[in-house]
């Protein structure tokens, strides 16, 4: 990609394949900002995943608990552990990919103005054969201890009534610009020609 940053937008994604996508990014030097976490998709029921996650629960320190492994049980810090598990994070350059990573449920305020991304080799609907069953990260979370769902899903639908608003004000706008180099090509027509001949 190379860009300065990516923002991805994850909704409709497949978790694993948006993760080993981005580790992979990561790892070539490429700032990551994942957004709407939460509505990324498992593959399997919700009832399937929900008694995985539980046996994962299981894992832990015999002697003392505190030292790990750490359950998140926030969709956002999900996905961070996902991409985690595939960097070799415990080197520097592994640790490095890893800085470059952010994540967030919902769409916070600097990436709600930025222009989103999509992963076409991760999307459900282009990876998941239809009728089969899969599972929301945001009510996973939700079944396993994350308290935050109807917050984020609050202020996202405050996000939605601020984006329509802009978007209807950016096509109205759009229209009067057409509108206005319609009405101006006549009286412009010498200047077209002159810039046409150097090459604008």
């Given at each position: 990609?190379f860009?300065?940053?990516v923002v991805?937008?994850?909704?409709g994604?497949?978790?694993?394949?948006?993760?080993s996508?981005v580790?992979?990014?990561?790892?070539?030097?490429?700032?990551?900002?994942?957004?709407?976490t939460?509505?990324?998709d498992?593959?399997?029921?919700?009832f399937r995943?929900?008694l995985?996650f539980m046996?994962?629960l299981?894992?832990r320190?015999n002697?003392?608990?505190?030292?790990g492994?750490?359950?998140?049980?926030?969709?956002?810090?999900?996905?961070?552990?996902?991409?985690?598990?595939?960097l070799?994070?415990?080197?520097p350059?592994?640790?490095?990919?890893l800085?470059?990573?952010?994540?967030?449920?919902?769409?916070?305020?600097?990436?709600d103005?930025?222009?989103r991304?999509?992963?076409?080799?991760?999307?459900?609907?282009?990876?998941?054969?239809?009728?089969r069953?899969?599972?929301?990260?945001g009510?996973?979370?939700?079944?396993?201890g994350?308290?935050?769902?109807?917050?984020?899903?609050?202020?996202?639908?405050?996000?939605?009534v601020?984006?329509?608003?802009f978007?209807?004000?950016k096509k109205?706008l759009?229209?009067?610009?057409?509108?206005?180099?319609?009405?101006a090509a006549?009286?412009?027509?010498?200047?077209n020609?002159?810039?046409?001949?150097?090459?604008f």
């Amino acid at each position: 990609m190379f860009e300065k940053v990516v923002v991805i937008d994850c909704r409709g994604h497949l978790l694993g394949r948006v993760a080993s996508i981005v580790a992979k990014e990561l790892l070539n030097g490429q700032k990551i900002v994942a957004v709407r976490t939460e509505e990324m998709d498992i593959s399997g029921s919700l009832f399937r995943n929900k008694l995985k996650f539980m046996a994962f629960l299981n894992k832990r320190m015999n002697t003392n608990p505190r030292r790990g492994p750490i359950h998140y049980r926030s969709p956002a810090r999900m996905f961070w552990r996902t991409v985690r598990g595939m960097l070799p994070h415990k080197t520097p350059r592994g640790a490095a990919a890893l800085e470059r990573l952010k994540v967030f449920e919902g769409i916070p305020h600097p990436y709600d103005k930025v222009k989103r991304m999509v992963i076409p080799d991760a999307l459900t609907v282009l990876r998941i054969k239809p009728g089969r069953h899969t599972t929301l990260l945001g009510d996973l979370a939700q079944n396993v201890g994350w308290r935050h769902q109807e917050l984020v899903k609050k202020l996202e639908a405050k996000r939605k009534v601020k984006s329509a608003a802009f978007y209807q004000r950016k096509k109205a706008l759009t229209k009067l610009k057409t509108k206005a180099t319609q009405n101006a090509a006549s009286s412009l027509t010498t200047v077209n020609q002159n810039l046409a001949t150097l090459g604008f």
